[in-house]
């Protein structure tokens, strides 16, 4: 069973498109997140949820909006796509926390497989 | 600032020989580091982790790190690399879950690792 998936592998597209990217987990996992990995295959957080709740916005242009209708799920919806938004989008979860603290298994994060998005 | 380095772009190695990355870290408190790889073409999985204890961590796939707080190094080391370990390696940083820092991990830039025969 796949435990963190996204949808779809590879996405080419023009500037200017609106595109959306699908991420499942059933991990039954609190938080997830949204990371852009580009082409020299640097990785950096864009978003994170936990319960679906906004918890980090790290300065991405309002052009991407997360999306997140249920714990298990989180969309990326990209608005007039430029060129530098070529990237691997990868998406990942963790545990998240609980009333009674953090546990150290909830910096444990699982990737998707990622999604190559191409804008030409 | 938070910070992870991994000094070694592109590393080869011939299969069955050994293999060590390294990682250096800037952390302000006791860091939880994390190395995962990246096989061509796949997602990221996870090979191991340090939170605290044992300096030295056995991972998946035959890897192992220690953690040196006295150099914030978290090397990773494999006795003897075979052809599948070919593949992008990633150190990475925790940051603590707080308000808006959420445990989001902080990468460094990868080590390609090249496995000749």
């Known amino acids: 069973d796949t435990a963190v998936s996204q949808t779809p592998k590879y996405l080419v597209t023009q500037m200017g498109n609106d595109k959306s990217i699908k991420c499942e987990q059933n991990?039954?996992?609190?938080?997830m997140y949204w990371y852009k990995q580009d082409s020299k295959k640097f990785l950096k957080i864009m978003f994170s949820?936990?319960?679906?709740?906004?918890?980090i916005n790290e300065t991405v242009p309002n052009r991407f909006s997360p999306k997140s209708p249920d714990k298990a799920h989180l969309n990326l919806h990209i608005n007039s796509l430029e060129l530098g938004d070529s990237a691997v989008y990868f998406c990942?979860?963790?545990?998240?926390?609980?009333?009674?603290?953090?546990?150290?298994?909830?910096?444990?994060?699982?990737f998707g497989p990622g999604t190559r998005l191409t804008v030409t | 600032a938070q910070s992870v380095t991994q000094p070694d772009i592109h590393i080869t190695v011939s299969e069955g020989a050994s293999l060590e990355l390294r990682c250096n870290y800037s952390?302000?408190?006791?860091?939880?580091l994390f190395w995962y790889v990246q096989s061509p073409g796949q997602g990221l999985q996870l090979l191991l982790k340090?939170?605290?204890?044992?300096?030295l961590v056995q991972g998946i796939k035959g890897f192992e790190a220690e953690f040196k707080r006295s150099q914030s190094s978290f090397n990773l080391r494999k006795p003897s690399v075979h052809w599948s370990d070919a593949a992008e390696y990633f150190c990475?940083?925790?940051?603590?879950?707080?308000?808006?820092?959420?445990?989001?991990?902080?990468f460094g830039a990868g080590t390609q690792v090249v496995v000749t025969p």
């Open positions: 990942a979860s963790s545990q998240g926390s609980g009333k009674r603290g953090i546990p150290l298994r909830s910096y444990e994060q699982y």
């Open positions: 991990l039954g996992h609190d938080t």
């Open positions: 949820y936990n319960n679906k709740e906004l918890i």
């Open positions: 952390y302000g408190a006791t860091p939880y």
């Open positions: 340090y939170f605290s204890g044992d300096t």
């Open positions: 990475a940083v925790a940051h603590r879950m707080t308000t808006d820092s959420w445990g989001k991990l902080q």
